[in-house]
Nanobody, 124 residues
Framework: QVQLVESGGGLVQEGDSLRLSCAAS????????MAWFRQAPGKEREFVAA????????DYSDSVKGRFTISRDNAKNTVYLQMISLKPEDPAAYSC?????????????????WGQGTQVTVSS
């Protein structure tokens, strides 16, 4: 079992930056592949980024590649999502998720544990 709590969301201007954090408690954090997903109103939840257990490999959706960076600090049991150059299409509820699998995967059902989400709003 692992509990995930996101923080760092808020209202920013278009082009601004924001860093989301996801703190984990429970099982050993370093045993999980971690990911960020987002869901905008009226849309399905979509994959944003994922990172391997060691942090050595990452994967990004095409829509955020080059603007978002996922990272993790296993000593702090935390995964981050650094977002720059935020666009009008980025607002959503951002959730972190944990998978016991060892590979990077974009499929939601591969992730067993989910946080409640943190809201990101971008004004133009």
């Amino acid at each position: 079992q692992v509990q995930l709590v996101e923080s760092g969301g808020g209202l920013v201007q278009e082009g601004d930056s924001l860093r989301l954090s996801c703190a984990a408690s429970g099982r050993t954090f370093s045993t999980f592949t971690m990911a960020w997903f987002r869901q905008a109103p009226g849309k399905e939840r979509e994959f944003v980024a994922a990172i391997t257990r060691s942090g050595g490999r990452t994967d990004y959706s095409d829509s955020v590649k080059g603007r978002f960076t996922i990272s993790r600090d296993n000593a702090k049991n935390t995964v981050y999502l650094q977002m720059i150059s935020l666009k009008p299409e980025d607002p959503a509820a951002y959730s972190c998720a944990a998978s016991i699998g060892v590979i990077l995967i974009r499929t939601q059902r591969a992730y067993t544990y989910w946080g409640q989400g943190t809201q990101v709003t971008v004004s133009s």
